[in-house]
C-alpha cells in the first residue's frame, strides 16, 4: 500500500525528472541487471550494485557515461588521475582524517549552531519555517566555510548554494551521453571560477583547523585542491539540502515527529532512514572499462552501467524509525568503493544539526505547504513549510 509519504516522494522525483521516475519506476521489474536501449545497463540489485562500484578493474567514473568524464571536460584531463588514478588514491589517503565524524561535527557546530538557534526561535514564536529554503542556507553557509568564501548574510549563502547548483544542473541532459557541448563547458568553467575565487588564498593561508589549510598541510598542490573544492561543492550542496528538508518532510509526513521528540537519541536513526528512503543521488552512472560479468549480463568495454540506488534502497520499504540496519544496502545512498561519499560525516551531521533544532522548540512540526522543485538534478523541494502544533 503507498502512504502519504510515500505519494509525497514520489511527487518530488516526477518533478525533478519524469524521466528519472520512470526509470527507477521502471528498476522494479527489469530484474537486477538489464540493458535498455539508449539507456544503458540498470542495476537494481544491491548485491550487484556494490559488486559494480566496487570492481575497480573493470569499471571507471571518467569514461563516459561517469561524472568524472564531465569534470574532465570542464576542468582539464587532469582531473582523470584526481578522479580515478593513482591520484585519487593517494588524495582519498591524505584527506581521511580530514572528513571524520568529529570533524564533520565540529565544522556544522561552528558554521551552523547559530543560523540553527534563530530557526529554532522562529518556529517556537508560532511562525511558518521553509525549511527548504533554510536547507539552501545552511549548505550554503558550509560550502562558503569550506571553500574560503567570505560568508556575510543568507542572501549571500543563496547564492553560494545556487552558484554550486548551477554547476552541477550542468549535468542535466546527460542521460544519454556525458559528452558536454562548448557553450556548456563555457559557462560551467565561468560557475568554477567564481566558486573557487578564494580558494587560492585560504589554501596558502588558512590554518590547519581549516579544510583548504589542512590540505596545504598534507601536501595538496593548488590545483589538486582546488578541484577537490568544486567537486565538494557540486556534490555536497544539492545532495544534503534535499536529505534535509525530504527527511524533515518524512518525519511529519509519516507521524514521527511525537517520537522523536520523546526520543531525540533516536535522531542518529532518523537521518538514516532519511538518507535511505530520499537517496538524494537516485542513480550513480560507471563507465565499463574492460568485459566483465555482471550476474547474468555481459558488460563490453565501452558500455556504460545506471545503478538505481534509490529504487534499490527503496526496495525495503517506507520510513520506518524502528527499522533495522540493512545490511544488503548499508549505506548504498553514498555509494561504494573507492568512490564512496567522502562528505558522509558532514551530511550526517547537518542533518542531525537541523533535526536537533527542529526538536529544540519542544513540540512536534506538521507541514503546512509544500512545492516539489521542478526540472533539477538532485530532486528535492522548491519550497516546504512547516510549522509547530
Ligand atoms: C546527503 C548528502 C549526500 C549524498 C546522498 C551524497 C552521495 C554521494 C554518492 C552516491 C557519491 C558516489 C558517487 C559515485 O560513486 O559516482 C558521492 C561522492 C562524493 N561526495 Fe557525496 N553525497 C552527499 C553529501 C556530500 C557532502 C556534504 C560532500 C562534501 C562537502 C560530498 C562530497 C563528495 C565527494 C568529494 C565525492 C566524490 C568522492 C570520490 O570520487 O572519491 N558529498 N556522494
Redesign the pocket.
Known sequence: MTTTAQRHESRVLFASRPALWALLRAGRWTGPVRRVPRVGWLVADPVLARRL?TDHAHTS?VGEG??GHLWAQVLGDWVTEL?DGRG?AAL?ARVRDVFTEASARAHVDRVLAARLAVATRELSTGAELDVADLARVLVGR??AD?LGLPLADDGTARERFATAEGLAALALGTGASTALDPATVATARDLVARLTAGVADEWAHAGPDRLLGRCRELGLGLRETEG?AV???V??TG??A??MARTVALVADTGTAPRLLAEPDRVPDAVREG?RVS???PV???HVTADTTLGDARLRAGDRVLVL?HAIDNAAGGFDLDRPYEPATRQL???A????????A??KA??AGLLHALLATGRPWRVTGRRAARRVLVPSYAELRIAVS
Open positions: 562500484l567514473v561517469g561524472v578522479f585519487h582519498r558550509v560550502v569550506l577537490l567537486l565538494m561543492a556534490a555536497g545532495t544534503a534535499s536529505a538518507l537517496t538524494p543521488a550513480v552512472g560507471r540506488t545512498w553514498f555509494g568503493g573507492r568512490h564512496q561519499c567522502l562528505g558522509a558532514l551530511a547537518e542533518l
